[in-house]
């Protein structure tokens, strides 16, 4: 299926059943999924969906993940309040990643940044770039585990 | 290590070798680097580095992923001629996941197209979103594999 769509032109349209069907899931049953912030272009985070967590986020417009901690589907925003609505979805050419383009209610990291890449490696040193916007603390009670 | 940064203030450092080498990679000793355009913001790809890709990527500023596929080093545009140059490297909240803003010499995609992720989901049609800037035929010759 993916390498038969990879030479057709642009406006082509394939019933979408069919394509989520031949997505590549991992042993697991799982594809990761990166989230973008659909009008700052934002790399907000990457989790994972299972077959059952991307119908729900295609039908209701809610992001929602497979939790591999917890071994269940996570809805994004269920604990902490900061919940991913979808702008767009979007499959790589080999159908094994999803892109999600999401408008982010505050913080999209467990810790209470805005993303999760608040990392950066700076020649020998790894920085901290970016502050919690709000306390994890707040957004999770005592619990702080994502 | 990982638990340790999430309570850190913005502009703390740590020593890059102490950082990456907490790094979560799969039972593959692998993990995910999502490659996005430094400047527009465009999500290109989705690729695997182990930590030897990794350490030649931050060594020589040219980013060098893992092919599955072939389980070997992946210099990107080897082939293809279609490098990516680091432009700076990021990790996510957790250590298991890597963010590599790039400057992407033409098509990142293997069909040609500048960015891996042209189909989008429209409801109940799969559509193709971007028509190959180069034939794979000119990038690859008769061999299109990734």
Known sequence: MFKQLE????????PTPDVLE?????????IPAIAQQHDTGEVLML????????????????????????QALWRKGDQSGQVQHLHSLHL????????????QTGPACHTGRRSCFYLQVDNDAVVVTSDPEIAPETLYGKDTGQ
């Open 7 to 14: 030479g057709e032109p642009r406006g082509e349209r394939h």
């Open 22 to 30: 031949r997505l590549k899931l991992n042993a697991d049953g799982l």
């Open 47 to 70: 989790a994972w969906m299972n077959r059952e967590a991307l119908d729900e986020t295609l039908a209701t417009g809610r992001v929602c993940y497979y939790s591999r901690s917890r």
């Open 92 to 103: 790589d050419c080999d159908g094994d990643t999803l892109l999600l383009k999401v408008d």
